[in-house]
Nanobody, 126 residues
Framework: QVQLVESGGGSVQPGGSLRLSCAASEYIGGGFCVAWFRQSPGRERLRVAALPMGGGAPDYLSSVKGRFTISRDSAKTTVSLQMNNLKPEDTAVYYC???????????????????WGQGTQVTVSS
């Protein structure tokens, strides 16, 4: 079974940047999406960004549009999330996940994603 491992979390001041990486143990190709979710205490897990691995535009949570960018390497084994202009409300545990797509459509709900990483903490605080 494919395994996902996140890295790159940490603490940063408001306005700072972090880059998260999700390394897959095997190639993830078309027919799948890789997404980043985040969850803070007492709140539901939200999809922050998603990328259809077979091609197509990424999709972002409205509150991160223009600040976060999801991308993949050419080998399709690493998906990254570049986070700029971070805000305290971005503080959460961030998870990468993989699930099947419908064409280039990536589902929003976490129940559609069957593979999950262990999560990495992102803290934005002055």
């Amino acid at each position: 079974q494919v395994q996902l491992v996140e890295s790159g979390g940490g603490s940063v001041q408001p306005g700072g940047s972090l880059r998260l990486s999700c390394a897959a143990s095997e190639y993830i190709g078309g027919g799948f999406c890789v997404a980043w979710f985040r969850q803070s205490p007492g709140r539901e897990r939200l999809r922050v960004a998603a990328l259809p691995m077979g091609g197509g535009a990424p999709d972002y949570l409205s509150s991160v549009k223009g600040r976060f960018t999801i991308s993949r390497d050419s080998a399709k084994t690493t998906v990254s999330l570049q986070m700029n202009n971070l805000k305290p409300e971005d503080t959460a545990v961030y998870y990468c996940a993989a699930g099947r797509s419908v064409g280039s459509y990536c589902y929003g709900g976490d129940s559609y994603y069957s593979l999950w990483g262990q999560g990495t903490q992102v803290t934005v605080s002055s």
